[in-house]
Structures are given as structure tokens and as C-alpha cells.
């Protein structure tokens, strides 16, 4: 099945690349979840315009990311969320949230979709979070989350 990527695959490609995966997996998950669309004549010119769209999101080349990587670790973030008693939270801290507080704290603007949590993030406390900026650089902050007053 030859398919065209929105979304960013681990180990399969990204964003307006045209791949061939076999028929379940296109159908069964890619499809589904909105990650690919199928290949066709009219969708494959769409193409340049998901990669202009990816490039100006993206980050601009290695030196660029290692600056941003530089930004990132000196940054102090502090997330407030609702808890009750024990430091445990009303839901979860979300992606979303990660983002606005960094850039709140100063940092740069950030893709939601590069963050990569270690699990859900429940209760109170200090995290490492990871953002992948490009193929070859990966930052970590420390993230801490505090109880609302």
C-alpha cells in the first residue's frame, strides 16, 4: 500500500514522505490514527505544501539545534497544577502544558509533538523531560511540578 505521512513515524519517515507499508498497517493504524493519507495524483502535489509547512516549523539545521539544546538546559520550569493531598494531581500534566510553562520561564517556542515524557505525569515533584529538536540532538529539562494555591 503506498501511503503519504502527516504525522512524523518513528523508523518509517516524515511528514510528506510517500513510503509503500504493507496493507494491515496503512489500514489498521496509519489511517486511523491520522498519520498517513493514501497515495494518490491529487494528494501526492499536497506533498509541498506539508514540507514547507514542516520547514518552517522545524528546527533550521544542527548548530541551531544544539543553541535551543544550550537554552533548554539552563532553564528553570516550574508547572503549577491543581493537587490534592500527597502532591497528587486533578488529571494529569499534559504536553500542552510542558510547553506554555517553558515558555513562560523564558525558553524558546517548542513543537508539542518532539516532547517525549517518561510517563503521565500525576503527582507532584521533579521530572526529566526529553525534547527531540533534530535526528542528532536531544534535550533534557528538569521539570518541576508544584501544587496550585
Known amino acids: 500500500m ?8 518513528p ?4 511528514p510528506g514522505d510517500i513510503v509503500e507499508v504493507k496493507d ?9 490514527q491520522g498519520f498517513a493519507i493514501v497515495w494518490t495524483k491529487g494528494a501526492e502535489k499536497q506533498v509541498s505544501t506539508i514540507k514547507r509547512a514542516r520547514a518552517a516549523r522545524e528546527i533550521r539545521d544542527l548548530g541551531h539545534a544544539n543553541e535551543v539544546r544550550a537554552q533548554l538546559e539552563g532553564l528553570k ?3 503549577s497544577a491543581r493537587a490534592g493531598q ?11 502544558e510542558i510547553v506554555d510553562a517553558v515558555k513562560s520561564a523564558g525558553g524558546p517556542v517548542l513543537d508539542k509533538r518532539k516532547v517525549e515524557l517518561p510517563g ?3 503527582t507532584t515533584g521533579g521530572y526529566q523531560v526529553q525534547i527531540k529538536l533534530h ?4 534535550a533534557k529539562f ?6 496550585a494555591k
Not at 535526528?135 to 536531544?138: A, L
Not at 528538569?142 to 501544587?147: D, F, G, Q, T
Open 2 to 9: 503506498k501511503i503519504i505521512l502527516t504525522n512524523e513515524v
Open 77 to 79: 520550569v516550574t508547572l
Open 11 to 14: 523508523n518509517l519517515g516524515a
Open 24 to 32: 494491515g498497517y496503512g489500514r489498521n493504524y496509519l489511517l486511523p
Open 120 to 122: 503521565p505525569i500525576k
Open 135 to 138: 535526528p542528532e540532538v536531544v
Open 142 to 147: 528538569n521539570l518541576n511540578v508544584v501544587a
Open 86 to 96: 500527597g502532591g497528587r494531581l486533578f488529571g494529569s500534566v499534559t504536553v500542552t
